[in-house]
């Protein structure tokens, strides 16, 4: 079955330092990847999406993210970190058995010191 | 601008009460999903809709039902609430049909069942 895993439930970052977050996924085909981020009280918003073509993708605020076939992962990165981007950050893949479904990860909580 | 909005954002009942939630787009997608989140699981599908008069079941549907008459709206009900269904539920809308798509949140409803 379909599934994926963000191994870190929170990560703590300095504000200016740069930011990965790891997301590991199973899926037998190509997968459909996505990262979302949901700030405090409110819906989950799309940071990227990654269907085909190059692996490195870029989204909004300044995150970017890597398809590694190979190691199963889609890991989000962001070169300098502001206080602003603490929040909670799934990764999902899409799930094309019984009609196309998205899967999310547990999450992981970012925590941003000054 | 285009919105998804849910209401009530807060909701206390009793177990055993019946309890409807609303979910109401203005950007006229097809796909609407109701989600559960929970500490430490993500966001779970609990049903979905690819248009007017489908309706389907996703992960953990149990106790709950939807329906879906109309292109903009799409309310979940707990037939009879539960201590188990005390979460925060998302709902969402995406464009296309029967395929991969980027999802649109609301800003979700907090629901206690005491």
């Known amino acids: 079955a379909q599934s994926v895993t963000q191994p870190d439930i929170h990560i703590t970052v300095s504000e200016g330092a740069s930011l990965e977050l790891r997301c590991n996924y199973s899926y037998g085909a190509t997968p459909y990847l996505f990262w979302y981020v949901q700030s405090p009280g409110q819906g989950l918003q799309l940071l990227l999406k990654?269907?085909?073509?190059?692996?490195l993708v870029q989204g909004i605020k300044g995150f970017e993210a890597e398809f590694k076939r190979s190691q199963s992962s889609f890991n989000l990165r962001k070169p300098s970190v502001h206080w602003s981007d603490a929040a909670e950050y799934f990764c999902?893949?899409?799930?094309?058995?019984?009609?196309?479904?998205?899967?999310f990860g547990a999450g992981t909580r970012l925590f941003v010191k000054a | 601008d285009a919105e998804i909005t849910q209401s009530p954002r807060h909701k206390i009942t009793e177990t055993g009460r019946q309890v409807t939630l609303a979910c109401h787009q203005t950007?006229?997608?097809?796909?609407m999903f109701w989600y559960r989140q929970d500490l430490g699981h993500g966001l779970r599908l609990i049903h979905y809709?690819?248009?007017?008069?489908?309706?389907n079941k996703g992960e953990v549907s149990d106790g709950y039902s939807v329906s879906r008459s109309n292109t903009e709206d799409l309310p979940l009900t707990l037939e009879s609430a539960a201590s188990s269904q005390t979460s925060v539920y998302f709902c969402a809308s995406s464009e296309q049909g029967r395929t991969v798509d980027t999802q649109y949140f609301g800003p979700g409803t907090r629901l206690t069942v005491l």
């Open positions: 950007w006229n997608h097809n796909n």
């Open positions: 999902a893949v899409v799930s094309n058995t019984g009609g196309f479904k998205t899967i």
């Open positions: 809709s690819y248009g007017v008069q489908d309706t």
């Open positions: 990654y269907f085909s073509g190059d692996t």
